[in-house]
Each structure stands twice: as C-alpha cells, then as structure tokens.
C-alpha cells in the first residue's frame, strides 16, 4: 500500500456498516483522494456479518495479544461497486459482544462505553498486529477515526512490539468529541490494563484531565497523533473554548487544554466535510411516492418486534389518514435522537410548551412536521407523545436510507436545531436538493448555512433563548414562503447551488494534513 489507511468504526461503503455521519464521510472521502491519485484502504472490524458480504475473500490470520491471552484474528478483504478504494475487515466473536450486525452498543448508566471500549480496544490491537505482521502492505499515513480508533496510538507509542510503527505518519480526525470512550485506567473487566496487562504506559499521556484514574482515548490521541483535524472550521474554534453548560455550550468537553497545546504547535487543522452531488440535477420525488415509502418502511419496521411500538402503531395510523394531496407546508427532520440533536426541540419556550409544540402550533391546517429517526429512549418517548396529540406531526421511529433521501429531496423546511454540530451532513443534503434549512448557528451549520441567502440561522446565549428564536425562525421562513414566492424561489436556487464538495475536502486533506511529497 503506497497511501492512506483509514482505521474506523464504520465504512458506508458496504452494506450495514455506517450508522452515522462517520460511515458518510469513509465512503466518499477515500473515492475523492483516488480522483487525485491517492491509493487509499479501509479496515473496520467485522461486526459478525461484513466477512460474510458476497465476494469476501480471507486474506490472514494474526495472532493478536489481548487480555492475557493470544487471540487469533482473521483479515479479510470485502469488493465493493467503486475498485479504485480497498476495503477490509477484521473478523473475531470480540467484535459481535451482543449478537451480529451492532457497531455500538448500550450500556448501562454506570459503565458508559464499556462494551464498545473492549471491542474497540481489541480493534486497535488487531489493527496494529495486522501491520506488524504485514499481512497488509505497510501506508505511509494511518489515518485514524474517533475514539474507537486511538488506542492505536497508545500501543505504538508504549508497546515496543509496535515500535516499527512510530515510522508512519498518524493523522486523528475528530467527527464527535463529545464521545470519548473513557474508561477506569485498571480494576475494570473494562480497563485499560485489564486489555492490556504488559503495557507500561505515561499516565500524563493516557489519562482523562478530569478524572486521572481514567484513559481517555481521545485526549491520548489528541496527545499522540501527528496531525489532529475537525471537520468544520467553527467548531475548530468552539473546541478550543471551555463548556458553559448553562448556555448549552460544549466546547472542548474538557479536552481544551490539550487541543489549545495541538494548535499552539501547529497540529491542528479545520477541514470542512464534502457532500457528493451526483443526485443534485435528478428529478424531484413527488409526495405520493413518499407517503407510499413511509407507509412501506412503518409496516417493515412493525413485522421486526414482537411487540408494536406505541411510535409505530401512532405512524401507521396517522399514515393511514393523510391524504394522496401534498400538504401546503412540509417540514422534515433527519438525525439521531440524542441531547446533541433533539434538546432544543424539547426545550421550554415562555408559553410553557416545548419549542417543537410551539412550531406546531405555528403551522396551518394542512401543514405536516415528518420527523424521522431513534435513539435516546427518553427523546423516543416525547416525539411519541407529542406525536399522539398532535395531528400535523409525524413521528417515524427507525431510519431507512430510502427515506431519508426522500425526505431531503420531498419536504419545503428543513429543521436542524443542533445544540452543537461539528459539521452536519443532512443540511447539505436537504440544500442539496433545495430545501431551506432553519440551523442553529454553531459548528459546520454556521459553515454551511448563510441566514436569509441559502437558509435560516438562528442563536441564543441560553437554551431557553435558543428555543425561543428557533421558533421565531421557523415562524419567519413560514411567513416568507407565504408572502414572497419569489425570494424563496431565489434562495432555494441559492441553497441548492452551494457545492461543498469532497474533492476540494480531499485536497486540503493532502497539503494540510498529509504532507505526502514531504515524505
């Protein structure tokens, strides 16, 4: 292998291998570096089924020490559709800790990570061993992803069994750096010395600034890596400032000391995520065919459970009832269900209702709110109920990909009310198609969205305040779209005319990260 690496959680490029924006970013970046001439390869673990994909061919096993005991792995290259981009996969049980096909995993309130943290712990060593042992050519970058990826770095730099390593140039990108993975430093089924009894390690270098009985894999990244980049120029910034929770401000999520360090030294980088824009001129979907899908997909997701979601038999019903007739406003939603993504459309406005009932409220008689996504049992719970007293509001529980382009291309107003958002993919894929968006204006959304040109910002220095101008902004794009057709023609062109595209992510990735020719 002559070029890059990627070490990752995730990889949209085979099927079922992404659950979030990551997965996006590891399909589409690598095909951008090979317009350029870039030979790039991806290696993710398994998870009990990507090993299995038509046309898996195993290629080694490697013995990988974990835990005490000598585990033997088994490397496996996967085709896909595009050959210019190499896609591995590495097999073992360690990798499927609760059944086949889950990348993450839940647990408990009082042991975050701990599934996740062992398996990608033994990814990391798995990843390492595959190097050493040169069961895959050796790159000349290893570009890891996220926490689930930087241990990597710990065991190049203390385990003399990977010294041979230290040679390859290490970029870390940080997608999420609210998810750290921290873990107990020893005493855990889920440590850092129970993966690891042998290493001799810096605790200075491991440890979380916060609570020094941890290691914390994205501070010892940020703290190791060659190279450090985010995927936005605004969080670059927001990053290096410290939380204010009482304001909804993440910032650093503790981690500023060390990131300030990483830019005062000239190892941090900000380089805005791509978008692909081949569907950007194809025709538009019609509402009939999207009822059709939503209906499809309700039922699919109903026939999985043994058991009918209150989420799923609410959807079929109010499926059921909406008419063949376009509604006179549609407004979309797309993401995870998480604080990050969904407190601000909870979050009290003076009226005493939340935001998300405030808009509603706002909307006319055939107006409709889709909102399509799962995740946190407790935001489930409240799009639910919000969803069964209010009859322009649909909530779809589950995530089809089918639909979700759909819903980009279909609806008139997109809502993306992120607290924080390092980059965000789905405003870029709803301007793609010229829907406006109404953004927070933090991170990527401040990037990518100019208010009252291609799209609406809000602010506020408070949730609170937040809220409440995020429903003034729904409200105010409402009234333009009512009131000048022709400008809001103006600024869908405008949106849908935006081109943030991967290969000019691919080459600042090159010249600001890379360093290839320096080599």
Known sequence: ??????????????????????????????????????????????????????????????????????????LYEVPTDNGDVSHYVLDHPR???????????DDAADAPFATDASKFAFFTAAAAAVLRERALPGPRIIHLHDWPSALFLVLREFDPAYASLKKVRTVFTIHNLALQGIRPLDGNRSSLLVWFPWLEFDAKTVADPRWPDCVNPM?????????????????????LKSNAP?????????????????????????????CAYSLAKSRRPGWVRLLNVMRMETIRWIARE????????????????????????????????????????????AGGVSALEAILAK???????????????????????????????????????????LLYRVGDL???????????????????????????????????VSDGTTGFVFDGKTPRTQARNFVNKVTDALDLRRSSCARWRRMQQAAAAQRFTWEASAAAYEQKLYAIKNI
């Open 246 to 274: 009482e304001r909804g401000f993440n910032g650093g999520e503790g981690l500023e000391a060390d990131l300030k360090n990483a830019h005062a030294h000239g190892r941090l980088v900000s380089i805005l995520n791509g």
């Open 1 to 74: 292998m002559k070029g890059i690496l990627f070490l990752v959680a995730e990889n949209g490029a085979l099927p079922n291998g992404k659950v979030g924006g990551v997965g996006d970013v590891v399909r589409e970046l690598p095909l951008a570096f090979a317009e350029r001439g870039l030979e790039t390869a991806v290696l993710t673990p398994a998870y009990g089924m990507l090993a299995s994909l038509p046309g898996a061919r195993p290629l080694a096993t490697v013995k990988v020490r974990f835990g005490g005991v000598m585990d033997s792995v088994g």
């Open 363 to 405: 909307l006319d008689d055939r107006a409709l709110f889709i909102m399509l996504g799962s995740g946190d049992p407790d935001y489930e719970s409240f799009l639910t109920e919000t969803a069964a007293t209010r009859a322009n509001f649909l909530f779809l529980r589950g995530y089809s990909d089918e639909l979700a382009q």
């Open 219 to 239: 501070a010892a990244a940020i703290r190791l890596a060659d190279k450090i980049n985010t995927v936005s120029p605004t969080y670059a910034k927001e990053i």
């Open 95 to 105: 990798f499927e800790p609760n059944g086949p096909g889950l990348i993450y995993c």
């Open 414 to 448: 997109f809502l993306m009310p992120s607290s924080f958002e390092p980059c965000g993919i789905s405003q870029m894929l709803a301007m793609r198609a010229g829907q406006l968006c109404v953004v927070h204006g933090v991170g990527g959304l401040k990037d990518t």
């Open 306 to 349: 043994r058991q009918v979601r209150s989420a799923h038999f609410l959807a079929q019903k109010q499926l059921e009832q909406l008419s063949s007739r376009r509604p006179s406003a549609l407004l979309t939603s797309v993401g995870r269900l998480a604080a990050q993504k969904t407190q601000l459309f909870r979050e009290q406005t």
